[in-house]
């Protein structure tokens, strides 16, 4: 059941893009002198979902899912749907609820960005702090769900919100059919795991690359592990990426079966990338888009001669950790 749904999911990114299309943008692929002059040869892209609404390429597959509910009957505009979420994910689902008058409730985790709280709580989400993990908030959050008879939409265990987030796949091949890599900071699984279904199925030639920081990468290590596992995370800049995910995602086969590479940032390479976006490029990046630029940023000579597509993921960090970077990098 599960791998035909799988198999189908390039028809349901299809379908997710005209869905969702009247509410999302279409974000730009921007050239990058600077960073396409790192390899020989090489013409690098930025698909700026920074500046997606809500700040994140979150809203795609939020509104995909919100946009669905809200076919399938009036019973969830009544009853509400209960998220959990590091921050952009709730913030997403909040854009999509208001736009379907569905009620929300995010579970997020005790260390939550206070800036991405601040900004759910003031625009009308109800926000549950639970757990030190961003897993201990989804599985407190669907146990109330399933208890109460309430609809539980996973941030990434969900082939709705990975149909959403592989719209991203759709644009950039249309923008820049010639590309030859893709690079995609990983969270739980569902931005890469559509941007690489979807990809990989229209041109196969295609290198998929995962990006996570050194100091938390349970993705990377389950792939390795050949199943999800358990790996403790630290704090790193990338709040959005950080943390376990949920046993039994459906996120970790297609990032096994269509993920080609894994790159890892350190904090500084993180840093440095952010900082590269705000003096090269005018443009307010967060540490979660950090990771992928950093990726390539420092390991650009494998790129030599391609044309690479990076996926610039969210804009939400506060001033005060924008300002501790530019403080620390800015020569
Ligand atoms: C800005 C940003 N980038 C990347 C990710 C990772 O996405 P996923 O969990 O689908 O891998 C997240 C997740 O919240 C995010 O907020």
Redesign the pocket.
């Known amino acids: 059941m599960e791998a035909s749904v799988s198999l189908d999911l390039p028809t349901r990114i299809l379908q997710a893009r005209q869905r969702i299309e009247p509410y999302v943008r279409r974000t730009h692929l921007e050239y990058s002198p600077g960073l396409s002059k790192l390899a020989d040869g090489c013409e690098v892209y930025i698909k700026l979902e920074s500046e997606q609404i809500t700040g994140?390429f979150?809203a795609r597959g939020a509104f995909n899912k919100m946009l669905m509910l809200a076919e399938r009957g009036p019973e969830f505009k009544e009853k509400g749907v209960i998220t959990a979420s590091?921050g952009?994910?709730g913030l997403g689902c909040l854009a999509a609820c208001k736009r379907t008058g569905i009620p929300l409730t995010v579970y997020c985790q005790k260390h939550v960005d206070a800036g991405k709280r601040n900004s759910l709580e003031e625009q009308g989400a109800t926000v549950v702090l639970y757990g030190e993990d961003c897993v201990d908030a989804e599985l407190e959050a669907r146990r109330t769900a399933n208890l109460s008879g309430v609809e539980y939409i996973s941030?990434?265990n969900d082939y709705d919100i990975i149909a959403g987030?592989g719209t991203i796949s759709v644009e950039i091949l249309e923008q820049l059919p010639e590309v030859d890599a893709i690079l995609v900071?990983?969270?739980?699984?569902?931005?890469?795991g559509g941007i690489a279904r979807y990809a990989k199925q229209v041109k196969p030639s295609i290198k998929i690359i995962g990006c996570s920081p050194e100091k938390s990468k349970v993705m990377h290590a389950s792939v390795i592990a050949k199943k999800l596992i358990y790996e403790e995370s630290f704090d790193t800049l990338s709040d959005?990426?950080a943390g376990s995910i949920e046993e039994n995602s459906v996120t970790f086969e297609i990032c096994r079966d269509y993920v080609d590479e894994w790159m890892l940032v350190t904090e500084e390479q993180i840093g440095k990338a952010v900082v590269f976006m705000a003096q090269t490029h005018h443009k307010i990046v967060?540490g979660?888009?950090g990771v992928s630029l950093g990726a390539y940023m420092f390991n650009a000579a494998r790129f030599k001669g391609q044309k690479v597509a990076i996926v610039s993921?969210?804009s939400n960090i506060s001033v005060r950790s924008l300002q501790d970077l530019l403080n620390k990098y800015v020569k």
């Open positions: 994140s979150k590091s952009n994910h941030p990434y987030q900071s990983v969270g739980g699984g569902g931005l890469i959005g990426t967060e979660s888009a993921c969210g």
